[in-house]
């Protein structure tokens, strides 16, 4: 008899966020070597083991903040901020979130659950922070539908606003305000 | 007693060429003026030095800039910034700003400008896909320039800016190479 995968919904209490160690470059090179994920990103899909280990050793602490995405305490995705001031002072309140998560754990309502934590750890972590904003490519619906379920305002669509991978992309942009969480859950 | 009269203003003496030393006077006019950086990051200028600081350090560091002339004389200001200095993926992207004396606002002067140096753009950076501008959401008068010269307002960003003590809503306007190919 033949095992099939079944579509396995996941408990969002086994939902956890953690610093990422080098000990999960295994998990992440799942994600990053599909060609699925990066899609949107700016980013190739990686081709070699070393390019997981750098962005561990290397390019994961140069974010403002960041944690490994974990299911029963395994790295299944990866979830940053970046301060938006790094060469505009007037920037200087706002900060920028980005998100990617294994193909297998889409559609599952893990990201929504995760952002919607981060969203309030924003805040708390950066009590001076009054924005916080994502863009995401007008192509990539699954993302946006991420944002809007978290509780961010749609501000409008940035027309050919990023250039990568040979060509324009229309982002929309979203944000969250320190004010609005007073309204929310 | 004379009076000041409202004067309109003959476009056709509208020009634009690079700023120099000699504005300064001229352009202390406006940038000692409060009502002129009411929306703009900077404060107004309170000494000459800070107008040749300006003209001879600050407005090369610029992607392209002009003074507004009307009979050759300056009375106003208008720049493009690369949207890339840290992010390439920004590469195709320029930010345009300006500035006009208080007593040249409401003539039409500031729309005739903004829809040549719109033309100027694309044509002077043929792999510019992207003019974009930033208006302050109380700047009703500069979201009409840009509308009144062709610009699509995409949105406001909420809290975009902290300066001068507060956080500001900014308007969000852009011109794309490819909507000009349909307008005049």
Partial sequence: ????DREE?????QISLRPLQLSDVDDLMVWTTDEKVPKFCTWEPY????QGIDFIQNKACEFL????ICLHDRAIGFILMTSCS???????KSV???????SKYWS????????????KVAFREFPHLERLEAL?????????????????HREGVLRKYLFFKGKSRDMVIFSVLSTDLNHQD
């Fill in 136 to 152: 995401v490519d007008a192509e990539n619906v699954g993302s946006q539908r991420v944002l809007e379920k978290a509780g961010f």
């Fill in 1 to 4: 008899m033949m095992e099939r």
């Fill in 9 to 13: 919904s996941v408990d969002l209490a």
């Fill in 96 to 102: 920028e979130l980005g998100y990617v998560l294994g």
């Fill in 47 to 50: 081709s070699s083991k070393d």
């Fill in 108 to 119: 599952k309502g893990i990201m929504t659950y995760v952002v919607k934590q981060v969203k």
């Fill in 86 to 92: 790094a060469t505009d002072q007037s920037r200087e």
């Fill in 65 to 68: 903040w960041s944690r490994a």
